[in-house]
Protein backbone atom coordinates (compact mmCIF):
# COMPACT_ATOMS: atom_id res chain seq x y z
CA UNK A 1 0.00 0.00 0.00
CA UNK A 2 1.41 3.16 -0.93
CA UNK A 3 0.31 6.96 -0.40
CA UNK A 4 2.07 9.38 -1.93
CA UNK A 5 0.92 13.23 -0.93
CA UNK A 6 1.89 15.94 -2.80
CA UNK A 7 1.27 19.70 -3.09
CA UNK A 8 2.33 21.18 0.18
CA UNK A 9 4.27 24.23 0.14
CA UNK A 10 4.45 27.93 1.11
CA UNK A 11 1.59 30.48 1.08
CA UNK A 12 0.10 33.68 2.23
CA UNK A 13 -2.57 34.04 5.00
CA UNK A 14 -5.83 34.43 2.63
CA UNK A 15 -3.98 32.31 0.11
CA UNK A 16 -5.06 28.78 -1.19
CA UNK A 17 -3.64 25.38 -1.90
CA UNK A 18 -4.05 22.33 -2.71
CA UNK A 19 -3.14 19.14 -1.80
CA UNK A 20 -2.93 15.60 -3.01
CA UNK A 21 -3.05 12.02 -2.37
CA UNK A 22 -2.47 9.31 -4.66
CA UNK A 23 -3.06 5.72 -3.73
CA UNK A 24 -2.32 2.18 -4.68
CA UNK A 25 -2.44 -1.00 -3.61
CA UNK A 26 -5.84 -0.92 -1.89
CA UNK A 27 -9.28 -0.76 -3.31
CA UNK A 28 -9.77 3.13 -3.38
CA UNK A 29 -13.16 3.16 -5.08
CA UNK A 30 -14.33 1.69 -1.19
CA UNK A 31 -11.77 2.92 1.29
CA UNK A 32 -13.28 5.74 2.97
CA UNK A 33 -10.34 8.61 3.23
CA UNK A 34 -9.17 11.36 5.15
CA UNK A 35 -6.60 14.06 6.09
CA UNK A 36 -4.69 14.78 9.50
CA UNK A 37 -2.19 17.20 10.73
CA UNK A 38 0.17 18.03 12.73
CA UNK A 39 1.60 21.14 13.97
CA UNK A 40 4.28 21.59 15.97
CA UNK A 41 4.63 20.31 19.09
CA UNK A 42 0.47 19.48 18.93
CA UNK A 43 -0.93 16.64 18.59
CA UNK A 44 -2.07 15.27 15.04
CA UNK A 45 -5.71 15.97 14.14
CA UNK A 46 -8.37 14.54 11.65
CA UNK A 47 -8.80 17.28 9.74
CA UNK A 48 -11.35 16.00 6.71
CA UNK A 49 -13.06 13.28 5.86
CA UNK A 50 -14.90 11.40 2.75
CA UNK A 51 -16.44 7.90 2.35
CA UNK A 52 -16.41 5.72 -0.28
CA UNK A 53 -19.67 7.34 -1.38
CA UNK A 54 -18.61 11.05 -1.13
CA UNK A 55 -20.05 11.71 1.91
CA UNK A 56 -18.01 14.47 3.74
CA UNK A 57 -17.06 15.59 7.14
CA UNK A 58 -14.64 18.67 8.35
CA UNK A 59 -13.16 19.46 11.78
CA UNK A 60 -14.62 22.86 13.12
CA UNK A 61 -11.63 24.98 12.30
CA UNK A 62 -11.55 23.98 8.62
CA UNK A 63 -15.44 24.19 7.97
CA UNK A 64 -16.49 26.34 5.21
CA UNK A 65 -12.40 27.01 4.32
CA UNK A 66 -11.54 23.44 3.38
CA UNK A 67 -13.14 20.81 0.63
CA UNK A 68 -12.05 17.32 0.73
CA UNK A 69 -12.61 15.38 -2.72
CA UNK A 70 -11.97 12.20 -4.37
CA UNK A 71 -11.71 11.30 -8.03
CA UNK A 72 -12.14 6.88 -8.01
CA UNK A 73 -10.75 6.73 -11.56
CA UNK A 74 -7.22 7.89 -11.03
CA UNK A 75 -7.05 6.80 -6.99
CA UNK A 76 -6.77 10.35 -5.48
CA UNK A 77 -8.25 12.40 -3.00
CA UNK A 78 -7.16 16.21 -2.38
CA UNK A 79 -7.37 18.52 -0.28
CA UNK A 80 -8.06 22.18 -1.61
CA UNK A 81 -7.62 24.47 1.03
CA UNK A 82 -8.75 28.45 1.07
CA UNK A 83 -8.53 31.28 3.21
CA UNK A 84 -5.21 29.94 5.22
CA UNK A 85 -4.78 31.03 8.49
CA UNK A 86 -1.29 30.52 9.97
CA UNK A 87 -2.51 28.24 12.62
CA UNK A 88 -2.73 25.87 9.54
CA UNK A 89 0.73 25.79 9.23
CA UNK A 90 0.87 21.76 9.61
CA UNK A 91 2.52 18.70 7.81
CA UNK A 92 -0.27 17.22 6.39
CA UNK A 93 -0.98 13.49 5.95
CA UNK A 94 -3.88 11.36 4.45
CA UNK A 95 -4.83 8.34 5.40
CA UNK A 96 -7.66 5.45 5.05
CA UNK A 97 -9.59 4.03 7.70
CA UNK A 98 -8.76 0.66 8.78
CA UNK A 99 -11.88 -1.50 7.72
CA UNK A 100 -14.89 -1.27 9.96
CA UNK A 101 -13.63 1.22 12.09
CA UNK A 102 -14.36 4.75 12.17
CA UNK A 103 -12.59 8.01 12.17
CA UNK A 104 -12.51 8.01 16.14
CA UNK A 105 -8.60 7.81 16.83
CA UNK A 106 -5.40 7.48 15.54
CA UNK A 107 -5.75 4.03 16.71
CA UNK A 108 -8.43 3.46 13.80
CA UNK A 109 -5.98 4.54 10.61
CA UNK A 110 -5.42 1.90 8.09
CA UNK A 111 -2.78 3.50 6.22
CA UNK A 112 -1.04 7.03 6.63
CA UNK A 113 0.91 8.72 3.94
CA UNK A 114 3.95 10.23 3.44
CA UNK A 115 3.58 13.97 4.59
CA UNK A 116 3.66 16.98 2.96
CA UNK A 117 4.52 20.63 4.70
CA UNK A 118 1.84 23.21 4.27
CA UNK A 119 3.09 26.86 5.76
CA UNK A 120 1.16 30.02 5.74
CA UNK A 121 2.57 33.16 6.69
CA UNK A 122 1.28 35.80 7.98
Known amino acids: VQLQASGGGLVQAGGSLRVSCSAS????????MGWYRQAPGKQRELVAT???????NYADSVKGRFAISRDNAENTVTLQMNSLKPEDTAVYYC?????????????????WGRGTLVTVSS
Open 25 to 32: GIFFSITN
Open 95 to 111: ATVAFGHTWTSLLDVGY
Open 50 to 56: ITSGGTT
